[in-house]
């Protein structure tokens, strides 16, 4: 499966974007999806993810209460609503999907085996 992120940019602190995730090749509707992001001279790390069905929700910690993960299976495309953005949440914001069907949400990106190629997301202070 191939997945395009899109919808990242420049925005000032407090504000918001929506990241998009567009997978095309198969559907993704049994798949569990996630999003990690990764700051300059940081690793990668988790942010969300959303089990097949939509039913369970993981964050991080760090972006509880502020971003929530959706999924349009007839769109076969997966969503993240970031609000009142933070300089620190400045990276390159990275779709996954753990291809075995029914998968549930999880943090780990071991678990995950299709990466898009990120789009940046910017937060200036």
């Known amino acids: 499966v191939q997945l395009v992120e899109s919808g990242g940019g420049l925005v000032q602190a407090g504000g918001s974007l929506r990241l998009s995730c567009a997978a095309s090749?198969?559907?993704?509707?049994?798949?569990?999806m996630g999003w990690f992001r990764q700051a300059p001279g940081k690793e990668r790390e988790f942010v969300a993810a959303?089990?097949?069905?939509?039913?369970?929700?993981l964050y991080a910690d760090s972006v509880k209460g502020r971003f929530t993960i959706s999924r349009d299976n007839a769109k076969n495309t997966i969503y993240l609503q970031m609000d009142s953005l933070k300089p620190e949440d400045t990276a390159v914001y990275y779709c996954?999907?753990?291809?075995?069907?029914?998968?549930?949400?999880?943090?780990?990106?071991?678990?995950?085996?299709?990466w898009g190629q990120g789009t940046q997301v910017t937060v200036s202070s």
């Open positions: 996954a999907a753990q291809t075995v069907p029914f998968g549930i949400a999880t943090m780990s990106s071991k678990s995950y085996d299709s």
């Open positions: 090749g198969r559907t993704v509707s049994t798949y569990a």
């Open positions: 959303i089990s097949w069905n939509g039913g369970n929700k």
